[in-house]
C-alpha cells in the first residue's frame, strides 16, 4: 500500500506540489487569521463548574463587579486622606474616555477602608470597561491603553499612576506570547537551517524538513480557525501549534529526506527511490504521528478550555505534519531528484556530514548499487518500519552498537542506578503546590505585576480576591445573618460583607488571611460549601479561590480516564507494530519514570525557585495544575515517537537474526543517531519559544527539554538495552491468540521491493 502511494505520488509529483502552493497561499492569507478569533478570556476554569455558575448567575442579577482595570495611585508626599490626592485622582478618571469606562469605584466614591494601604500612601481605583465578553474589554482597554498616565494630578503633586487588573494583565500576557512567537520563528529558522545543512552537507536537502514544518504551522492555524467557527480554542494553542508544527515537521523531513538520499544510491530510478522511500520511512512516520496525536487527543476530555485547545492544536498539527510528510515533501524529492544534493558546503563539512549521517540513515552510505533489503529476493524477513540490509555488519562497527554492548554485560546495575535516580529526580513533585497563573507571570518590569503585588503587599489581604457567596431565595433576614454567622466562624475568615442585593438574592464578599491559592484558603471555599444553606435558599460559592477548588476538582476526576485512553491507545499501536504485550507495558513504564524526573525538576526550578536567575523568572511558591497534564500529553506521545523509531529496528533484526542481544546493539546503532539528532533539533525549537518572558510558558519549554534530554540519552540509549537484555525472549512474547491477530492485521506486514530490476 505504502509503495504503491508513492508511485502515486510520483506520478502527480507537479499536480500536488501546485495543491500545496495553493493551500499555503489560501493558509498564508486565511488561516493566520486565527489569531483574532482565539479566546484570551478564562479558560482555565470548567464552564460547568459551581465557580462559574456563581459569576454567571451574580452578574445577572448584580450587574458586573469584576475589577477589569485596577489604578494603582501612590504619592510618597500626600497621604490620601489629603484633598490634594482626591482631586488629582477624580482628575485623572474623568480624563479617561466614558463610552470604554462604563463604571469605576474610589475611595471616596464607596467609602470601602480596603482601597487604603497600610501607610495610608497608597490606593487605587477600581473600573469596568464596555464589552460584553472578555475579548470586547481586551479591544475597549487596547483602544483607551495610551490614555492611562503614568501620573495623576500636576507634576508638583508627585502621585503616580500604575496600571493593572484582569483585562490589562491578560492583554501584556497575550501582547508577550505574540511576540515571544514571531521572535522565536525568526531566529529558529536560520539556527535549525544551519544545523540542517551540517547534518545533511546540502542546502537544498537542508530546506525541505524546514519547508514541511513552515507548511505545518500554516496548515494547522488554517484547522484552528476552522474549529473557532463551532468551538472556542484558547489563544495559547498557538504555542503548541508552532512548536509541534515546527518541531516535528524537521523530525519528519529529517528521516524521509535522509531515506531518499540512501535509496538514490540503491535504486536505478527515482522514482523507485521515492517508492521505497514512502514504503519504508514513510510508514514510520505515519505511526508516529498517531502516536504522538493519541497522546495529544486525550487533552479533549477535560473540560477547561485551554487543554481541550491544546489537544485541538496539537492533533491538527500532528495530522498536518504526517499528511505533508507523505505527500507533499515525497512529491518535492520526486521532481528534485539527484538535486536534492545540489548546493553542497564544503567538503570538509560534506565529510563530517556523511560520517555523522551513517550512524542516522535506514541504509549505511557505502551499500553498493544493486544490493537488495529484506523483503527483496535477498531472503530476510519483511521490513517493520524501515529496513536494514541483511547481512551488513557495519552496526557493529559502531559507538552505539559498542555502548549498547557494554551496557548489556552489566543489565542488573545499570538499570538499578538509572531508575533510582529517575526516581530520586521525582521526589520533589510530591511536594508540589497548586496555584493559578496571574500577572505573577509576567516580567517584573511589567506594570500590571507591580500593581498586583503592591495589592497583595501593601492593602488588606486579598481585598481584590474576595470569596464570593450569592445566596438566593432569601425572606428572612435572621436566617441570612445566622448563615453569616457560620462563615465568620470558619478558621481563617477574618469577616463577611454584604456586597450587593436584588430582590430575594444578596452578594456575600468572604474575607480571609491566606493567599488566595494556599490550601487553606481553598478548604475555606469547601467548608463555606459544605455549609447547610438558609431554608428555602440557594448558596453558589465563587471567585479566584473557588475557581481554582474547581478546577482541581475537574481535573482530579478526569486525569485517572486521560492516564487509560493514553496508556490502551499506546498499548495497542505498539502491539500492533511489533506483535508483543511486554514491550508495550516496558515503554509505557519507562515513560512514567521519564516523566516522573522531569515534573520532579520543574517543582525543584519553578515552585521552589533554583535557578530562577539565570531563567529569569520569579518564582511564585506554586504550579498552574493544568501545566504537568499538558506535559504529561506532549512528553508521553514524543516518547513513544522515539521509541517506535527504536523498537522496529530491534524488531527487524531480531527476526532476522533470533539473536535478542544482537538485535537490541544493531538497533541502537541504527537509531541512536536518529533519535539524538531528532532530539537535538527539537530541543532548538523549543529552547527558542521557551525564552518567552511569560512564566508559564518557560515552564512548558524547560519541561519539554528537561524530557527530551532524559528520554533520548538515559532511557533510550541506557535503560532500554539493560532492560531488553534482562528480558531476553520475553521480549517478544504474546498469547496465541494476538499473534494470530498481529500476523494479520500487525503494521510489519510484508511489503516487496520494488520488482524492477535494480542494476548494478
Not at 490589562?168 to 505574540?178: F, L, Q, S
Not at 472556542?232 to 494553542?237: A, F, L, M, P, R
Request: one cysteine or more; aromatic letters at 8%.
Amino acid at each position: 500500500m505504502f509503495e504503491a502511494w508513492g508511485r502515486g505520488i510520483y506520478r502527480t509529483r507537479r499536480l500536488t506540489l501546485v495543491i500545496a502552493l495553493l493551500f499555503a497561499v489560501g493558509a498564508g492569507v486565511w488561516g493566520t487569521g486565527v489569531f483574532g478569533k482565539l479566546d484570551s478570556g478564562n479558560t482555565f476554569t470548567p464552564p460547568n463548574s459551581q465557580s462559574n455558575a456563581e459569576s454567571t448567575l451574580a452578574a445577572s442579577l448584580f450587574g458586573r463587579n469584576s475589577a477589569d482595570v485596577v489604578v494603582l495611585f501612590h504619592s510618597a508626599a500626600h497621604p490620601v486622606a489629603d484633598p490634594v490626592y482626591r482631586q488629582a485622582v477624580t482628575g485623572y478618571l474623568a480624563d479617561l474616555p466614558a463610552n470604554e469606562v462604563t463604571k469605576s469605584a474610589t475611595y471616596w466614591t464607596s467609602g470601602q477602608p480596603s482601597l487604603v494601604s497600610a501607610d495610608r500612601h497608597s490606593t487605587y481605583a477600581v473600573l469596568q470597561l464596555a464589552g460584553g465578553t472578555d475579548q470586547a474589554r481586551e479591544t475597549a482597554y487596547k483602544a483607551i491603553k495610551a490614555d492611562f498616565k503614568t501620573a495623576a494630578g500636576t507634576p508638583g503633586d508627585g502621585i503616580t499612576a500604575q496600571v493593572g487588573g484582569y483585562t490589562a494583565t491578560e492583554v501584556a500576557i497575550n501582547d508577550a506570547v505574540g511576540a515571544n512567537i514571531a521572535r522565536a520563528e525568526s531566529i529558529s529558522f536560520p539556527v535549525l537551517l544551519i544545523l540542517l545543512v551540517i547534518i545533511f552537507g546540502s542546502v537544498v536537502a537542508a530546506s525541505a524538513p524546514l519547508l514541511l514544518g513552515g507548511l505545518a504551522i500554516l496548515g494547522a492555524f488554517t484547522v484552528l480557525r476552522l474549529l473557532t467557527l463551532v468551538t472556542t480554542v484558547s489563544i495559547y494553542s498557538e504555542n503548541i501549534t508552532t512548536i509541534l508544527g515546527l518541531g516535528l515537521g524537521i523530525d519528519y523531513g529529517l528521516f524521509i529526506v535522509t531515506r531518499f538520499r540512501e535509496e538514490l544510491r540503491r535504486q536505478k530510478n527515482v522514482e523507485l527511490a521515492v517508492a521505497r522511500t514512502v514504503a519504508t520511512a514513510g510508514r514510520t512516520v505515519l505511526v508516529s504521528g498517531v502516536t504522538v496525536a493519541l497522546a495529544l487527543s486525550s487533552l479533549m476530555l477535560f473540560q477547561p478550555v485551554f487543554l481541550r485547545s491544546m489537544g485541538y492544536g496539537g492533533v491538527a498539527t500532528v495530522a498536518v505534519d504526517v499528511i505533508a510528510a507523505l505527500t507533499v515533501l515525497p512529491a518535492l524529492l520526486a521532481v528534485l531528484g539527484h538535486r536534492v544534493n545540489a548546493l553542497a558546503v564544503r567538503k570538509g563539512i560534506r565529510k563530517n556530514a556523511r560520517k555523522s549521517m551513517s550512524d542516522i540513515t535506514a541504509f549505511p552510505s557505502d551499500v553498493p548499487r544493486g544490493v537488495r533489503g529484506p523483503g527483496g529476493t535477498g531472503g530476510g524477513s519483511p521490513p517493520c518500519l524501515g529496513t536494514v540490509p541483511p547481512g551488513d555488519n557495519s552496526e557493529s562497527e559502531g559507538g552505539f552498537y559498542r555502548l549498547a554492548r557494554a551496557v548489556m554485560r552489566r543489565p542488573v546495575a545499570i538499570a538499578s542506578v538509572i531508575v533510582i535516580v529517575l526516581l530520586a529526580l521525582g521526589t520533589p513533585f510530591l511536594r508540589i503546590s497548586w496555584g493559578s497563573a496571574d500577572a505573577n507571570s509576567l516580567p517584573t518590569t511589567s506594570a500590571a505585576r507591580q500593581v498586583q503585588e503592591a495589592l497583595t503587599n501593601e492593602f488588606p489581604a486579598n481585598s481584590t480576591n474576595p470569596i464570593e457567596a450569592v445566596v438566593t431565595g432569601v425572606t428572612n433576614p435572621a436566617q441570612l445573618a445566622a448563615y453569616t454567622a457560620k462563615i465568620t466562624a470558619i478558621p481563617g475568615v477574618t469577616g463577611v460583607e454584604t456586597t450587593a442585593r436584588h430582590g430575594t438574592g444578596v452578594r456575600l464578599d468572604v474575607g480571609y488571611t491566606p493567599q488566595p491559592d494556599s490550601p487553606q484558603a481553598r478548604q475555606i471555599v469547601t467548608s463555606i460549601r459544605a455549609l447547610a444553606p438558609p431554608p428555602h435558599a440557594g448558596v453558589l460559592v465563587g471567585g479566584t479561590t473557588a475557581m481554582l477548588v474547581d478546577e482541581l476538582s475537574s481535573l482530579g476526576g478526569t486525569l485517572p480516564w486521560m492516564a487509560l485512553v493514553t496508556a490502551l491507545a499506546t498499548f495497542v499501536l505498539l502491539f500492533l507494530a511489533f506483535g508483543s504485550v511486554v514491550l508495550p507495558i516496558k515503554a509505557i513504564v519507562m515513560n512514567i519514570l521519564s516523566l516522573s524526573a522531569t515534573f520532579g525538576v520543574i517543582v525543584w526550578v519553578f515552585q521552589w525557585g533554583h535557578l530562577s536567575g539565570l531563567l529569569g523568572f520569579t518564582a511564585t511558591g506554586s504550579i498552574d495544575p493544568t501545566m504537568p497534564i499538558l506535559l504529561l500529553a506532549i512528553i508521553f506521545g514524543l516518547s513513544m515517537d522515539y521509541e517506535v523509531f527504536l523498537l522496529s529496528r530491534i524488531r527487524e533484526r531480531y527476526d532476522e537474526t533470533g539473536d535478542n542481544t544482537e538485535a537490541v546493539a544493531a538497533g541502537l546503532q541504527r537509531t541512536g543517531g536518529l533519535i539524538t539528532s531528532l532530539a537535538l533539533l527539537l530541543i532548538v525549537v523549543v529552547a527558542f519559544f521557551s525564552a518567552s518572558s511569560i512564566t508559564f510558558l518557560k515552564l512548558l519549554g524547560v519541561g519539554m527539554i528537561v524530557a527530551l534530554l532524559v528520554d533520548a540519552t538515559v532511557v533510550r540509549i541506557l535503560l532500554v538495552p539493560a532492560t531488553m537484555r534482562l528480558l531476553g525472549r520475553a521480549n517478544w512474547w504474546a498469547p496465541g491468540p494476538l499473534r494470530r491477530l498481529y500476523s494479520r492485521y500487525g503494521l510489519s506486514e510484508a511489503e516487496q521491493e520494488p520488482s524492477a530490476p535494480v542494476q548494478v
